[in-house]
């Protein structure tokens, strides 16, 4: 069971360059997270999605969009990245939307933009 | 908003030492909490969760954590360290809205475990 899946494991991009991260999970979770780690400041959350054809903004989205495709998977893109993109991207999932669902969460995405 | 402040983005012991990692929180309304574990280039792995059944929690790996209403803290401990126990920890707090459960994280502390 691999639970939540993310793609690629580590990334170099050019700064203006564009790219998507991509997440699927086989949980039949119906919410889905995309968090930045970056040192000091634990985890934030930059978009999530409550149910399947619903997005919200979390605490940091700008310079990011993101895509529930399905209820497998969930997509985020960098259209213009820029160095204070660089930073580690978790993908999450949770069973619901109450608030004593704990998240099950991805290896990570190792992201430098140069 | 909900806040959670971690003491000590480092803390080192002995094997064998009492482990204390510091979580205290800010919410105004009876919060939901969650230890997490984030060993290295790893994502992180649910340790315990409180959901207002019992004070004190125990968790995985000989881990629990005590919530403390007055002190609005929920301290984590171990009574005695391993080796494998060196990871990262993160203290967080459910934040309820009308759109789905986010949680707001803590800093994080490092744990090291010495020989």
């Known amino acids: 069971n691999a639970g939540v899946t993310q793609t690629p494991k580590f990334q170099v991009l050019k700064t203006g360059q564009s790219m998507t991260l991509q997440c699927a999970q086989d949980?039949?979770?119906?919410?889905m997270y995309w968090y930045r780690q970056d040192p000091g400041m634990g985890l934030r959350l930059i978009y999530y999605s409550a149910s399947e054809g619903t997005t919200d903004k979390g605490e940091v989205p700008n310079g990011y969009n993101v895509s529930r495709l399905n209820k497998r998977e969930f997509s985020l893109r960098l259209e213009s990245a820029a160095p204070s993109q660089t930073s580690v991207y978790f993908c999450?999932?949770?069973?619901?939307?109450?608030?004593?669902?704990?998240?099950?969460f991805g290896d990570g995405t190792r992201l430098s933009i140069l | 908003a909900q806040s959670v402040t971690q003491l000590g983005s480092h803390v080192s012991v002995s094997e064998g030492a009492l482990v204390l990692l510091r979580c205290n929180y800010s919410?105004?309304?009876?919060?939901?909490l969650f230890w997490y574990v984030q060993y290295p280039n790893q994502g992180l792995q649910l340790l315990l969760k409180y959901t207002s059944a019992a004070t004190l929690v125990k968790g995985i790996n000989g881990f629990e954590a005590e919530f403390k209403k007055s002190e609005t803290s929920f301290h984590l401990t171990k009574p005695s360290a391993h080796m494998s126990d060196a990871a990262e920890y993160f203290c967080a707090v459910s934040d309820w809205s009308n759109a789905g459960n986010m949680l707001t994280f803590g800093g994080g502390t490092r744990l090291m475990v010495k020989p």
């Open positions: 949980m039949n979770h119906n919410s």
């Open positions: 919410s105004s309304v009876p919060p939901y």
């Open positions: 999450a999932s949770s069973e619901g939307t109450g608030e004593s669902q704990p998240q099950h």
